[in-house]
């Protein structure tokens, strides 16, 4: 028996096969990049296929992943942040998951260095390996697996070394006082004259400056005077600007200070950064440590628009690189712009946060512990 024919269009309002599995696993909680191990008993040689999860910890990339890891962290911030006794649980050995990776990676490495010392091009492989370093930093695996491999090379073939910028501090900001890191992570013990002790955490919350004013819904008041550029520029660089403030915190108050942490978007354009950090921290501290902190962004500089409209720069397919569109001059790369910044120059954005903070010591099992905790995971890994 013959299927009726059925036109283009009824064809394309029916659901795809694939989507269909998507939104099915989606919605029970599965996996929806699983990848697939093979497992060999050491004894008896018999072979089995065994599918993991994918453990993304990206709600763009695996959403069940995701909420998974986020529910995680949730019970870890719960649990981890008024600790008594110092953990200490060492560093765990591989699962199955990153074992798999981490055997990846070394095959490719080895059929890359096969082919270099053969002469041959080694760029798929290059391209390879570098996507199998992301799946390796998914999966929860720490570090780099080698060096001055990867596509980590110049057209020498020699390892690019690393480019250093000058350490000197901007003569704008304060110095900070630097102690000598003790390694424990809890904070300080407090006793009262009765000889009570008890050990204070605390709620955290840092901006961004201000842009401009804004209305109640968000939106500027003054389109024309918003600093747009600013605000952009902020919020890529926040990550940056926040790893900054711990270690300089760290610094300060001299032992490993641990924290949770959730940005919470506002609606005035400004990140704004929620931390539970073990340990109680005079505000005056503090306030000494987001003065001195800033994230300097070495770029090239972009205030002049060299090209637009339809004047672009042409793409030469034989030599993987860019022409200038009217003298067919060989534009720099990325890197060679970056070599290209002198001593003199200004860093193109220098990220702060604002001088307003609010922070409140809490006490371990009070209700002040369970809001805050309530906030903060709220928007942990909430994107």
């Known amino acids: 028996m013959t299927e009726p024919k059925t036109t283009r269009v009824e064809r394309m309002a029916t659901p795809l096969a694939r989507d269909s599995v998507r939104k099915i696993a989606e919605a029970c909680g599965g996996c929806l990049r699983p990848v697939q191990l093979r497992r060999t008993d050491t004894v008896t040689g018999e072979v089995e296929q065994v599918m993991k999860p994918c453990g993304a910890t990206l709600a763009s990339v695996c959403p069940p992943c995701a909420e998974r890891a ?8 719960r649990e981890g942040w008024h600790l008594e006794d110092e953990p200490d649980p060492g560093p765990p050995a591989p699962d199955e998951m990153q074992e798999y990776w981490l055997i990846l990676r070394a095959e490719a490495q080895l059929r890359r260095d096969r082919g270099e010392a053969a002469g041959e091009d080694t760029a798929d492989l290059d391209e390879l390996i570098g996507e199998l370093d992301t799946e390796i930093t998914r999966a929860g695996v720490r570090g780099t697996v080698t060096t001055g491999t990867g596509g980590n090379e110049g057209k020498d073939g020699k390892a690019k070394g690393r480019r250093v910028r000058s350490t000197r501090r901007r003569q704008d900001v304060p110095d900070l006082p630097k102690q000598k890191i003790a390694p424990h992570t809890l904070g300080r013990v407090f006793t009262t004259p009765d000889g009570k002790s008890y050990r204070p955490s605390m709620f955290l919350t840092l901006t961004c400056d201000s842009y401009g004013k804004v209305k109640d819904d968000g939106t500027p008041v003054d389109p024309g005077s918003y600093d747009y550029r600013r605000a952009a520029r902020d919020a890529l660089h926040f990550a940056a600007l926040t790893d900054r403030f711990i270690q300089n915190l760290r610094r300060v108050l001299g032992y490993e200070a641990q924290y949770f942490g959730a940005v919470e978007p506002q609606r005035r354009l400004a990140p704004h950064l929620h931390m539970a950090i073990r340990g109680a921290v005079p505000r005056s501290v503090v306030r000494q440590v987001i003065a001195a902190t800033y994230h300097q962004v070495w770029w090239p500089a972009t205030d002049v628009i060299r090209y637009e409209g339809d004047e672009l720069p042409v793409w030469d ?3 993987q690189r860019y022409l200038d ?5 060989v534009l720099p790369t990325w890197d060679q712009a970056l070599d290209a910044i002198g001593r003199n120059d200004a860093p193109l ?13 809490v006490l371990a099992g009070s209700k002040d512990a369970s809001r805050c905790i309530r906030y903060l995971t709220k928007y942990l890994m909430g994107a």
């Open 70 to 77: 986020r529910l995680l962290r949730i019970i870890q911030c």
């Open 317 to 319: 397919e034989d030599g």
């Open 325 to 329: 569109p009217a003298t067919g001059e």
């Open 349 to 361: 954005h220098v990220a702060r946060f604002g001088a307003e903070f609010h922070a409140e010591g």
